[in-house]
T-cell receptor, first 115, second 116 residues
């Protein structure tokens, strides 16, 4: 069975510093991996995805994520944090070899960027 | 206009009342989903539908029912609402996730339900 874990409930970073939001997954074979962001009182917005190819994936708002197959991780990163990046971030995984498979979400990590 | 539209956005109701949350989409996707979000619990899948004739239970379907009226419409009902169904509800759509499609989800803005 597929699963995804976000080990940190909250991450606090000073504006201008690099940020990392951690995600590990468990799925047989090669997974599809996603990051979503949720701003207050809004729905989830798609940030980026890893399907295949280059392990470093670039997405919206300057975010990127690195796929590491040996560590089964897909950490979200940004070189220089902005206060406006403060939000709730969800990692998600899908098994692409099953057409009936669904996207499974982690429990979310609240990112707080202080000025 | 939003690709995935949910109505109502906010609703306060009383225990025992029947509630319907509606979702419509203009993405042209076959697959639609209803999720529930509680603080600290992330997203839990209630029901999902891969096409108009296909309805499936998710992780937490008890106390809920759904109707897929058309490809673009998927509604969620609480037949007799109870306070622990107070939550934020999201509708989402996706493509088939096969071939060149990767199946990522597109979400509505959410429906906040409070059951007193």
């Amino acid at each position: 069975a597929q699963s995804v874990a976000q080990p940190e409930d909250q991450v606090n970073v000073a504006e201008g510093n690099p940020l990392t939001v951690k995600c590990t997954y468990s799925v047989s074979g090669n997974p599809y991996l996603f990051w979503y962001v949720q701003y207050p009182n809004r729905g989830l917005q798609f940030l980026l995805k890893y399907i295949t190819g280059d392990n470093l994936v670039k997405g919206s708002y300057g975010f990127e994520a690195e796929f590491n197959k040996s560590q089964t991780s897909f950490h979200l990163k940004k070189p220089s944090a902005l206060v406006s990046d403060s939000a709730l971030y969800f990692c998600a995984v899908r098994d692409p070899y099953s057409s009936a498979s669904k996207i499974i979400f982690g429990s979310g990590t609240r990112l707080s960027i202080r000025p | 206009d939003a690709d995935v539209t949910q109505t109502p956005r906010n609703r306060i109701t009383k225990t025992g009342k029947r509630i319907m949350l509606e979702c419509s989409q203009t993405k042209g996707h076959d697959r639609m989903y209803w999720y529930r979000q509680d603080p600290g619990l992330g997203l839990q899948l209630i029901y999902y539908s891969f096409d108009v004739k296909d309805i499936n239970k998710g992780e937490i379907s008890d106390g809920y029912s759904v109707s897929r009226q058309a490809q673009a419409k998927f509604s969620l009902s609480l037949e007799s609402a109870i306070p622990n169904q107070t939550a934020l509800y999201f509708c989402a759509t996706s493509d088939s996730g096969t071939g060149l499609n990767t199946g990522e989800l597109f979400f509505g803005e959410g429906s906040r339900l409070t059951v007193l």
